[in-house]
Structures are given as structure tokens and as C-alpha cells.
């Protein structure tokens, strides 16, 4: 299912079709590749679940399938940063290390002064 949206066009053919149904036509039409090479993309799309189609008289139309975005986002969310709390607790860990640093530092340097006093 990765590698469905490893390609460019595929991709932009998602965003397409995130906003409706459209017909193999109208995608076609986006685009500035030759309608059978468009084919070819909507059949590697087809085929890993990202989307469906369906005959409509003479028109073969497509559209996201949502249940296989869930599956790719669960994916992909390996990936991201942490968000929520996770985050928040990461960021503050880091400000915590960051001021005893500074803490250190200072104290290290009234020492010295005192000392040199």
C-alpha cells in the first residue's frame, strides 16, 4: 500500500479524489501523461485498496476507499513526532536539563570571581 503512494501522480490522484467521485476521464484530464499511463496509476491505486471504482453506464468512476486510509494512517503514524502530552513532557524534560545547565554555569562563575576577589 506504500508503495501505491510512492508516485507523484498517484498521489495527486488522491488528492483528487478526496474531494469526490470522479469519472477515469476527468483524471485523465489533470494530467499530462497519456490517458493510458493514467490507467495504469488508477490500477496500482485500484488494486492496493486506496480507492474503488464502479461502472456507471459507460463511465468507470472512482473514489477513495476511507477504511484503507485509516489502515495507511495507523502506518504512517509511526513516523511522526509525538504529539499531546508525550510531546509536552518531552519539551519540558528539555527545559529542565537546559536551566540546570545555565544553573551550573553561573554557579561555576560566581565561584570563580569570589575566588579572584
Known amino acids: 500500500m506504500a ?50 471504482d464502479e461502472l456507471v453506464g459507460r463511465q468507470r468512476l472512482y473514489e477513495l476507499d476511507a477504511a484503507q486510509f485509516a489502515q495507511l494512517a495507523g502506518w504512517l503514524a509511526q513516523f511522526a513526532p509525538p504529539l499531546g502530552w508525550e510531546h509536552r513532557l518531552d519539551a519540558l524534560e528539555t527545559e529542565v536539563y537546559r536551566t540546570r545547565r545555565e544553573r551550573r554555569a553561573h554557579t561555576v562563575a560566581d565561584q570563580a570571581k569570589e575566588e579572584t576577589a
Open 3 to 52: 508503495g501505491a503512494i510512492a508516485d507523484p501522480v498517484r498521489r495527486e490522484i488522491l488528492v483528487m479524489l478526496r474531494e469526490g467521485r470522479r469519472s477515469a476521464g476527468e483524471i485523465a484530464g489533470h494530467f499530462q501523461i497519456t490517458r493510458p499511463a493514467v490507467s495504469r496509476h488508477l490500477r496500482v491505486l485500484r488494486r492496493s485498496g486506496l480507492v474503488r
